[in-house]
Each structure stands twice: as C-alpha cells, then as structure tokens.
C-alpha cells in the first residue's frame, strides 16, 4: 500500500471513528426509564445511577475473501468495536460476540474464520485513529479488501434492515417450529455461538448447571470433628489437566502464535500509564481464548510475571456481562474480581468501566477492601497479616459456622460481637466447639471484639462471620469470581470467597512462584480442595510468553526460579542489561535518587517505581532531598514535574512501571526456601530494571 493511499484509508477510518462513537455515545445518553418505589435501590436517591459514557472505540476491521450473502448481506467487510452498530450499511459487531473469533484469531471458530484475507488493528491515541495495521491471512487477498464509503451522505440501503436479535435463554432441547416462525430462522452472523475447537492437550469443557452451597456444618459436626493440627498435605489427588505441558528445563517453552505484532510492539514500548487500558486491539488468541470461556466453566491461568495474567482476568470480567456474549457464555447474576491490593483496583477498575460502561454487574475489590467494605471499616487495622497458621486456617469457618447455628439454635439473632465472643470463649463448658488443645489456646487468645476490629490479623475472621450473620446486599447474587494473584489467598479468605459465589464459577488466576507466604496453599490441588468445585477439577491453562518484561529483566529475575522453571519466552528481546549497584550504608539514599533521576530522565512520559521492604527509609530520602508526597495517591513522590512510585513488595503485585529501582534484596522476606516478594519485584519493569544494594545479594542474583 502506498503512503498517499494509506492516508486516504486513514482518513476514512477516522470519519468512521468518529460516527460510530457519536452513534454509540447518542444512544448511551438516553434517559434511564425506571419504575418502582425510590428506596427500592439504594444509591443515594434512590434512582438507577447513569452508566459510564462508553467512548466508543473502533477496534479494528475484517476483510473477506469474497462477499457474502448469508451473514452480511452481500457485504465483505465490517468492524469490531466496542458494541454492535451500524455504519453507512457497514456492520459493527461487539468484540465480544462470537464472529469477533475471526478478528483475534480465537481457536472457538465462527464460521466465517476460514473466510478472511485481511485483518486491519487500529492504533488509538485519546479518542482518535492514529494508524492501522494490516495483517494479511492467507495467500488470497482482494485488490481492495475494505470498502471504501463515499464522502457523500450515502442514500438510504436497498436490503432490508435486520431487526434486533431478542435475548435468548440458555440452549435447551430443540422444539418443533411454531406456526408463526420457519423452519429455516437462523441467528445472524454475530450471534452464531462458536464452533468448539480446543487447543492441543487442553481438556473439553464439562457442561455445568448452577449448584448451592453446601450446608452449613451442624454445631455436633463440628464438636465431633476430629482435632485440627497444621494444615496436612491433602489426600493423594491428581493434579488438575494442564492446557500445555510445561516446557522440559534448559529447552525453549513452545510458541503461541502472535498477531497484531507490529502494535504490539509500538503498545508495549510506549510509556506505562498509572491504570491498564483496554488491549482489545493487540489481545492475542491464546489471551482471547480464555477470556471468552463459558461463565459457568471454571479455569486455572498460571503463568509467569508479564504473561498476560490480568489483562485476561480484566477482559473476562467484561466479557461474561457484555450485551454481545453469547447467552451460553453469560451469566444471569454477577461477577466479583478480586485483587491483592488497593492498588491493583485502581489500576485495573478504569479499563473494566470502559468495557462494560461502568456495569454495576461487575464489581472489582481487593482482598482488604472486600473485608473491610463488609466490616464497615474506612481504614485498614493496624499489625501484621498474622500471628500464627490459625489465624488463616479454615478450621476458623467451620468454628463460626457451628457458633452461628447453636446461637440460632437458642433462639437468639446471631450478631457478629455475639458470635465472635462465642468462638473466643469455645461455645459453653457443656457444649464447646472444639476439644483439641491447640484450638482452645488459640481461641483463649483471641483479643475482645472490639480490640479485634482494630487488628488486622483477626479482620479474615471477622468478616467470614459478619457474611454469615448479615450478607450486604450489594454483595448478593455473585455468580462468577475471578481471583487475580490467587497464589496469596489463604484457606480462611478461600473459605469467605466460597461463600458468597452462589454458581461455583471460578476464574483462578495466579504465579506459584510468586507466592509470599507460608499460610497459603502450596499447589492448585490444595486450592481446589478448599473450593470443592462441582463436576470435577477444571483445567489448568498455562501462559508461555512474557510481554511485559524484556528478555534481559526476566533472565535476571528468572535465576531465583528452579532450574526447570528458568525458560524465557520473551516478546521483547532486546533491552538494557539490569544494572546492579553496591554502595556503602551512608550512600544509599544518594545511589537510589541517582537510579530514580536516571529512569525518569530515559523515560520521560513513563512510569518510575522504587520498591523495597524499607518504604520508610526510601521516603524519609526522598524528603530529605526536598520531595513531596502526592496528596491523591500517599505512595507517589514529587519533584519539580517529576514522579516516583515507592512501594513495598505487597503492594506492588499486579503493577507495571517503565523502570523500577529494587533497594536491598536481601531484606525481602523469604517463604519455604523461596524468594516470591523479590522474584515478583524484579519483574514490575517494561523497559530496565535497577539493584540497589549493600548487603550481599542473595546466592542466586550474585554475579556469575
């Protein structure tokens, strides 16, 4: 294509940018029609909230070989974007309906996927069309693939408009034709459900039907329980089917293919934002195939730092409330994302309001702020995460349940001080809830309810019982719960999560080998007997390919691996080399300002962290050297114009920065012989990564 030809196209993509986006945003402006009495839904008036002004974002277009009859018409091109419409008789169907397959190159064929010649992904900047991308598909590719419309308001179309589909129920035996509907009714062109195709080695999707919850253990149940010890290794199951086996250690893990690769690449080297946009143009097919999993098929998606992990954990929580997914592939009630930190929420909160137009139907919290969102609580308890294993273990869920039905069992309203003051005292002398002494000098331990509140080891505990005696409401009807950093959930916070998901659908998302702490499980089969998952354990899928990092930051990184788990399948393999700098005690402020400046100054539109288990120290440079603290975000620092992010390890999962300073390795905490805290902190960089330190490094990291 010719440079003045491209600009033709680019233009003309441009006037189609912006007709869609004013089509869709007209439509999103109508007022809310709503009957019922005011107090019947309460945000604040009593009146449904506006949804998000979508910004209606053209995503890309698909071109056919030939024109064709059945499902467009007699047309041979149309777009995907963020909700279906229509162009000058050019159709625009949801990303998230099935005939989106033939944009992402999914493995779920639509039927036309076997009819494409060229795929255009649009390059975004703010609201315009920057450039486009075309990728070609096959050997057969029209003269002019995309139609080019007039610049003339085009006369009104010959064929006859289609109306709107209706919604449809989930599939059910098929029924004979009504009298007033034909033999031959088929669903158009997006509705057409995907022809499944799994990928090799995957295991097929198990159909699933909705289920309760188990019941709750009786009071004698649990009296009669058998003493509860440190958590035992769970009885010998096997491990749940992978999608790929692992690559053997030394040799290269195998290669998904890749599309859109030249955005892709511009994308990743442009600079970190603070919060994830949508990546629906770059979305690559292994990523859109487990995005657009049936709702009610749960999955585990492991994956090493940068291999795609939230990205598919934020477009599926899109996806399963879209008003383009199929019926089969949704939901009735609603779905709950779950992350490590604050921080994760924000970053991960503005691309899912722009996907779903701020759906209520989605709700995105982290771990502490769930807790604390069902205690009332606007600040975060003080102390350490925990004391001892029992302060996670899920012996404390089976003790409130049985509390809570001997309360109920005498008559009494449970309340969350009642029960509380009920585990602490092990239920009555006649009638305690546990004889095993290690539980009754842990529950002889407990602080009273109101010194609890205030400390944030007890607030898991404090939580699973105020769910069992007052579920909120806003919280009621979750169907679907993606966990995001899953390998830091621990068997108490799995138990609360259990509870509230009213479907048993799971999206488990996670790294083992980031895994911080003891006090979780170990391996997916003990998360999956926590979860006790409905019509047997559902598959593990796992991702090869890191994007984020470059080949360098994740060799580096990689060497506190085992030596099986040290391949690299880098996407980006060219990139500096990680600096690593020795200083004295008295140098380091001066050191890591250096590194910060040095970061700032090779990217200066993008995103500069320091993260070390020290914050304090760090900051207390940082206002020695005259910079302040942000007053929107307490983490970020400021200096004439300039920003760095300080975090500590906790609070830097499920980030990304352009560069990141590491400050004193050694002082990263450790959990069974491995180094998760350090290991995820040295892959939050896209672009370099800096070692600060004046302790030896730990034995893996030293200089060989």
Known sequence: MTLERKQLDLEDERTAQKRYRRQVQDRASRPITYQGSRNSLWTGTGLPK??????????????????????????????????????????????????????????????????????????????????????????????????????????????????????RAAPLPPAPPSPTQSPSAKPTAAQKPAAPTPAAGSTPPVARQRSSLPAPLSPDAAATAPPSARPAPPAVRPEPPASRPAAPAGQSAAAPPVRAEALLRARLAA??????????????????????????????????????????????????????????????????????????????????????????????????????????????????????????????????????????????????DGVYEHVRRNGSSEYPLTKDPEWIKYLGGLPPVRDARTIRAHTPLLAIIQWEVAKPRDLVGIEHIIVDEAQDVTPLEWHLLTSMNEAHAWTIVGDLNQRRSDYTPGSWTQVLDLLAIPYGDPPIHRLERGYRSTRP???????????????????????????????????????????????????????????????????????????????????????????????????????EFDGVVVVEPADFPQNLGRQGPLYTALTRPNRELAVVHTKPLPEPLRRR
């Open 553 to 655: 930051i994740l060799q580096y990184a990689n060497r506190l691996l085992p030596p099986a788990e040290r391949v690299v399948l880098a996407f980006q393999e060219e990139g500096p080399e990680p600096t690593v700098k020795r200083c004295q005690r008295s140098d380091l402020g001066t050191t890591v300002l250096h590194h910060v400046i040095r970061l700032q100054v090779a990217y200066p539109q993008g995103t500069v962290a320091v993260i070390t288990a020290d914050p304090k120290t760090v900051e207390t440079m940082l206002h020695r050297a005259r910079w302040v603290r942000s007053r929107q975000n307490g983490s970020t620092w400021q200096d004439s114009g300039r920003e760095v992010t300080v975090a500590h390890p906790d609070t830097a999962r499920g980030l």
């Open 271 to 416: 600079p970190r934002a603070k919060s994830l946009a949508p990546v629906l143009a770059t979305l690559q097919p292994d990523q859109y195939d487990l995005v657009t999993v049936p709702a009610m098929d749960s999955m585990i998606i492991e994956g090493q730092p940068g291999t795609g992990k939230t990205i598919i954990a934020s477009h599926r929580a899109a996806y399963l409330v879209s008003d383009g997914t199929p019926p089969e592939n949704s939901l009735d009630g609603n779905v709950l994302i779950v992350g490590p930190t604050s921080g994760y929420s924000e970053h991960i909160r503005a691309v899912i309001d722009r996907l779903t137009s701020g759906s209520k139907r989605v709700r995105v919290l982290s771990l502490p702020e769930l807790m604390r969102h069902l205690l009332h609580l606007r600040h975060e308890p003080r102390g350490p995460v925990s004391r001892s294993w029992q302060d996670f273990a899920k012996m404390l869920a089976v003790l409130v349940r049985a509390a809570v039905a001997r309360l109920k069992a005498t008559g009494m309203m449970p309340t969350l």
């Open 50 to 167: 506006s949804a998000v002004m979508p910004l209606g974002a053209l995503i890309g277009r698909v071109a056919l070989r030939e024109p064709d009859e059945e499902d467009l018409d007699g047309g041979s091109d149309f777009y995907i974007g963020e909700t279906k419409a229509n162009l000058d008789g050019v159709d625009v169907f949801s990303w998230a309906a099935p005939v989106a397959c033939t944009f992402f190159r999914g493995s779920r064929h639509h039927e036309l996927c076997d009819e494409v010649a060229v795929i255009r992904a649009f390059e975004h900047r703010g609201d315009e069309i920057v450039d486009f991308h075309d990728e070609p598909v096959g050997d057969e590719m029209p003269a002019q693939p995309f139609r080019k419309r007039a610049l003339t308001v085009p006369a009104a179309p010959s064929r006859t408009l289609r109306p709107p589909a209706a919604p």
